[in-house]
């Protein structure tokens, strides 16, 4: 998994916010599917997938909200939720993520 974090946002030629991520390093982690749901949004189809991501646990280095995973072989982005050392022994964490786009 690819780690990022945002980096400072920018404004377009047309005067939209763009927001730049910036690669923060990788880290091995294992993604698996939770399920997901269907919604409507201004008469648009959306679906949100919840993910858990088990990843090593990086001692001094928290995995936060402001952090975005990449996996590198879809390049599908994840946007973390919430990071929980199940085990309460500091060996891995399990991150809830939803993919993004």
Known sequence: ??????????RGSLGSEIITWVNAGY?????????????MHAEQSKSDTTTTITVPFLDGKNLT????????????????NEAIDVSGQRRELELRCRKTT
């Open 65 to 80: 909200p402001k952090h975005r995973l990449r996996d590198p072989t879809t390049s599908i982005l994840y946007e973390i």
């Open 27 to 39: 880290i091995w982690g294992e993604i698996r599917s939770l399920g997901g749901r269907e919604r």
């Open 1 to 10: 998994m690819e780690i990022l974090i945002t980096g400072t946002p920018t």
